[in-house]
């Protein structure tokens, strides 16, 4: 594992790229998280351990079209590197889809993936990684580019989380342009302008970031009519006397983060976050899960909790906090050790009322099976006293939790019908011995339904049945 000494400033290297006329990241046409533009969101499920071609944990990406039944998956691409116009080749333990972001990177209404594949050997350099562009077309992903690193011998595992966002001032010439936010091991955040059309002189910026253990997790802040958007970034380092990052006793530092500033403002300690208008005001609310209890040792540990930073992502600064876990009144279960609860959120609005919803995966519940709780929101705080949580025994939805399922490991809701309610997408990658499946449950006025679910099984879904691929372990869409 390679070492670097923590910078205190940002490093900014000229790209030598002719600046574009600002235009917001929201103002592309097309609907967003449509890769066909057919008008409806898709699903983007990653199986990272996949066998492709023989080659274990090359990894595969697929993408399931939305449809107005919802997500079918008969309507299907499944994306690998070796695929047609995918640069590169699946080899053993690349992990292709361990990362995916959902983003109109070239503004022509066609949705792009960024795709992270963080142990691919590059240029002689084992598990260096890389990350790759996907363009969208009516056909599906077509083609696709290399996103250059820039410091490709000062860390690896580039590609291991991602995010897209604009950064206005992050230097002269990525003001008003989208940015791919790229995280590794040992590095800092490294920003790519996601324009790669004449990447041969580009040299991208970093910011320096818990360079011990690397990037956890990246998460975007869209800021409302601005240019200027924020990062989440979770990471950890071994200076502040924690445990890392390796799956348990996860309790990584969390900033909100202006790149073009250089600032940053401490969060809760957590690996997941989530970014939407939980109260309907019209200020981004920020939610931090951390699956573990920050105050406790991994083996004494509650089983995890959440945190809601209410107006606070044009700041970081909240107007009022709210901490939700299993013990709180209302939400369903108790906290015990190794749920996980809070290992994923996501936010979404249901049930069309205006105000977004919370959900939160707990995939260690109950012996791994696993389970998600949705809680509504309000004017105020969120309403934790009808709480409701999903679990594969739930009436209507598809299958039996068993042991080590780990439902609930990704979540995301958004809305795949064009009915304007939003619908929950949950994965179980430990779904029969670790091949994984994923769930569609519809949103309606009184919030998530079983009523025409839909399951996805690895099989189903393009993957075949043999070995463990861990379909849907990552979940994205727009």
Same mark, same amino acid.
Request: aromatic content about 6%; proline content about 5%; hydrophobic content about 35%.
């Given at each position: 594992?390679?070492?670097?000494? =923590? ?10 790229? !002719?600046?574009? *006329? ?5 103002? %592309? ?19 990272? $351990? ?20 919802? &997500? ?5 691409? /499944? /994306? ?19 990362? /995916?972001? *959902? ?8 949705? @792009? ?23 969208? !077309?009516? +056909? ?53 302008? %996601? $324009? ?21 997790? =990246? ?47 401490? =969060? ?8 939407? $208008? ?6 981004? @609310?920020?939610? &931090? ?18 945190? &809601? ?9 909240? +107007? ?7 013990? !709180? ?30 959900? &939160? ?18 004017? %105020?705080? =969120? ?7 999903? !679990?594969?025994? +739930? ?15 990704? /979540? ?40 025409? +679910? ?25």
């Amino acid at each position: 594992m390679r070492k670097r000494t =923590l910078l205190l400033s940002a490093t900014l290297l000229a790209s030598g790229l !002719t600046p574009l *006329v600002a235009v917001h990241a929201e103002a %592309a046409a097309g609907t967003p998280g449509d890769i066909n533009k057919d008008g409806y969101r898709d699903v983007v499920a990653s199986a990272p $351990d996949a066998k492709v071609a023989g080659h274990a944990t090359a990894g595969a990406v697929v993408i399931l079209y939305g449809t107005s039944h919802g &997500i079918d998956p008969a309507r299907r691409t /499944v /994306v690998t590197q070796n695929s047609t116009g995918i640069p590169g080749a699946a080899e053993a333990g690349d992990r292709f889809g361990a990362a /995916v972001v *959902v983003y109109d990177l070239n503004r022509d209404g066609y949705s @792009d993936l960024v795709v992270g594949a963080p142990g691919e050997d590059v240029s002689g350099d084992d598990g260096g990684g890389s990350v790759t562009v996907v363009y969208g !077309t009516a +056909s599906g992903p077509t083609k696709g580019k290399l996103v250059h690193d820039p410091w490709p011998s000062s860390h690896d595992a580039y590609g291991r989380t991602l995010a897209v966002a604009t950064f206005n001032g992050l230097n002269p010439v990525n003001d008003g342009r989208l940015t791919i936010a790229v995280g590794a091991n040992d590095a800092d955040v490294t920003f790519m302008p %996601a $324009d790669l059309s004449a990447q041969s002189n580009t040299s991208g910026g970093g910011y320096a970031f818990n360079p011990a253990h690397g990037i956890v997790a =990246l998460t975007a802040v869209d800021r409302p009519n601005t240019d200027d958007d924020r990062l989440i970034a979770h990471g950890r380092g071994v200076s502040d006397g924690g445990w890392g990052y390796d799956g348990t006793g996860d309790d990584p530092n969390v900033l909100f983060h202006d790149p073009a500033g250089f600032e940053s403002t401490a =969060l809760p300690a957590g690996t997941a976050s989530a970014v939407g $208008d939980l109260n309907g005001n019209g200020a981004p @609310d920020l939610v &931090i899960g951390n699956p573990e209890d920050p105050s406790q040792s991994p083996d004494t540990s509650l089983g995890g909790r959440v945190t &809601i930073y209410f107006d606070a992502g044009n700041t970081g600064s909240p +107007s009022r906090i709210q901490t939700i876990t299993q013990d !709180t009144a209302g939400v369903p279960g108790a906290g015990e050790a190794h749920d996980r609860f809070g290992a994923s959120v996501a936010i979404g609005d249901t049930d069309k009322d205006g105000r977004a919803d919370l959900v &939160i995966g707990t995939p260690g519940e109950d012996n791994g099976r696993g389970a998600v709780t949705v809680v509504r929101g309000t004017t %105020a705080e =969120l309403d934790t006293a009808h709480a409701r949580n999903w !679990t594969q025994n +739930s009436a209507g939805v598809a299958g039996a939790s068993e042991a080590g399922d780990a439902f609930g490991t990704a /979540v995301r809701v958004f809305d795949t019908t064009k009915d304007g309610y939003a619908d929950l997408l949950v994965a179980a990658p430990g779904e029969n011995g670790g091949v994984g499946a994923l769930w569609s449950l519809r949103g309606s006025a009184a919030s998530i339904t079983a009523t025409g +679910s839909t399951s996805v099984g690895a099989g189903s879904a393009g993957l075949g049945s043999a070995g463990a691929a861990r379909f849907g372990n990552v979940v994205t869409g727009p």
